[in-house]
């Protein structure tokens, strides 16, 4: 069962009606293996990784089958290392591994 409520997985809702999240202590940080972002607001955070896989694969065909979520205890502006198992902050929490569902 998903962790991030079905309404945050609505790709095709504008960001602006997406909900935001108001704390500035910690950050979402997104990776595919075609590239990462973060932001403080998680469905914005899913909401780019969407949209820049999705430009990726039309601009290169290069695919991403899935991409992983953490809540990093920091703010967005932190500088800190990461590789492809994630940031490397104590305290960071995996939240889940989505899947693309490819029409």
């Not at 820049?52 to 800190?80: H, T």
Request: one cysteine or more; charged letters at 35%.
């Amino acid at each position: 069962m998903s962790k991030i409520p079905e309404d945050l997985l609505d790709w095709d809702a504008p960001l602006s009606e997406q909900p935001k999240t108001e704390e500035k202590e910690y950050h979402f940080f997104a990776q595919s293996r075609l590239g990462w972002n973060c932001d403080e607001s998680l469905s914005k955070c899913l909401a780019i990784r969407k949209r820049e896989d999705n430009s990726i694969f039309k601009e290169r065909g290069f695919i991403a089958k899935s991409f992983n979520v953490w809540k990093v205890p920091l703010a967005e502006e932190a500088d800190y290392a990461f590789d492809d198992q994630g940031p490397d902050v104590e305290g960071t929490v995996h939240i889940e591994t989505i899947q693309y569902k490819r029409r």
